[in-house]
């Protein structure tokens, strides 16, 4: 079988946020490592609007936050609750502050490099 990977262009991300966040469902997110490739499909998303007082943007930016106001396509990764990591891509306009988290992912390809990441072995907890 033969799988074929289109890499979403950066004007995919220059939609509105609720747009992107709804057009990411079902796109593949791919992580490669090495030798190592882990695959899921992205089964929930959440959109962060600049006015959402839930939003890192809300307050403004800051060094901590600095990269949703910058280029969209961008990652924004931050640690929370001394325990999960969330990933979110940067969308809307440039300065805007607008951002579509990664909620969930199906796992499809690299499980068993999911549970030793995760150190999780049950399935459905392995891209929460």
């Known amino acids: ?6 890499i979403l262009p950066q ?14 469902l079902g796109c593949y997110l791919v992580h490669l490592e090495g030798e190592e490739t882990t695959l899921g ?13 839930a939003a890192h943007s809300f307050i403004g930016k800051t060094k ?9 396509g961008h990652a924004y990764v931050y ?31 690299g499980m068993l490099v999911m549970r030793k990441r995760r150190r999780r072995q049950k399935l459905t907890l392995l891209c929460t």
């Open 64 to 72: 901590r936050n600095s990269v949703l106001f910058g280029p969209v």
């Open 41 to 53: 499909r992205i089964v929930e998303t959440e959109a962060y609007l600049v006015h959402d007082p």
């Open 79 to 109: 640690f929370i609750y001394g325990m999960h990591y969330c990933f979110n891509v940067v969308t809307g306009r440039e300065g805007m502050g607008e951002a579509v988290l990664i909620r969930a992912l199906e796992p499809l390809q």
């Open 11 to 24: 004007t995919f991300y220059e939609q509105d946020t609720i747009t992107v966040a709804k057009r990411l």
């Open 1 to 6: 079988m033969q799988t074929f990977i289109m």
